[in-house]
């Protein structure tokens, strides 16, 4: 069975710079999916950050694009988030997710991640 | 980008009855790339259907999705009490992937 966990500060500052890592078991990184992030507030909803494939290539949504980089850690079979110049609109919970023929398939349990000083 | 819009906001039924969700597109999708997913309080969205008619695994036959072009539909056959929960469509036929706002069932 494939999981996925999030993990990472819960809290961080207005300004500041989110870092996520997910953690994958039941599969591995380096084969050929694609690996995700979405985020989910009340406000907007369940919103897609963007994407890696397990060779680097990578797909950001544009309205988050100027601020946002993932990568992938094979050796350690995980990718990562980090999101820069947080306001208090990133306060959300944040999903990754494992992509299925372009469906998500599997996801993590999400984090909450509040943006405050 | 593809705006999904989701309707009824709520749908409010009995255990035994069919629910139909509408999930409308603001331009066709690509090979009807469209997904379904349930989400319960305090859990992640779980996939129900891909490819807009494709149950994924695990998913009794009780849910089943339809559509083309800009409109899709999620049925569900005779609720069971696990089914009251949130529901959301997603796109991904053309980046950025969408999601509706979802439709709530929730028991009469």
């Known amino acids: 069975q494939v999981q996925l966990q999030e993990s990472g500060p819960g809290l961080v500052k207005p300004s500041g710079t989110l870092s996520l890592t997910c953690a994958v078991s039941g599969d591995s990184v380096s084969n050929n999916n694609w690996w995700s992030w979405v985020r989910q507030t009340p406000e907007k909803g369940l919103e897609w950050i963007g994407e890696?494939?397990?060779?680097?290539?990578?797909n950001y949504n544009p309205s988050l694009e100027s601020r946002v980089t993932i990568s992938i850690d094979k050796s350690k079979n995980h990718f990562s988030l980090n999101l820069n110049s947080l306001t208090a609109a990133d306060t959300a919970f944040y999903y990754c997710v494992r992509v299925y023929w372009g469906a998500f398939d599997f996801w993590g349990l999400g984090t909450l991640v509040t943006v405050s000083s | 980008e593809i705006v999904l819009t989701q309707s009824p906001g709520t749908l409010s039924l009995s255990p035994g009855d069919r629910a139909t969700l509408s999930c409308r597109a603001s331009?066709?999708?690509?090979?009807?790339?469209v997904a379904w997913y349930q989400q319960k309080a305090g859990q992640a969205p779980r996939l129900l259907i891909h490819g807009a008619s494709s149950r994924a695994s695990g998913i009794p036959e009780r849910f089943s999705g339809s559509g083309s072009g800009t409109d899709f539909t999620l049925t569900i056959n005779r609720l069971e009490p696990e089914d009251f929960a949130l529901y959301y469509c997603q796109q991904y036929g053309r980046s950025p992937w969408t999601f509706g706002q979802g439709t709530k069932v929730e028991i009469k």
């Open positions: 890696i494939f397990y060779d680097g290539t990578t």
């Open positions: 331009q066709s999708v690509t090979s009807r790339y």
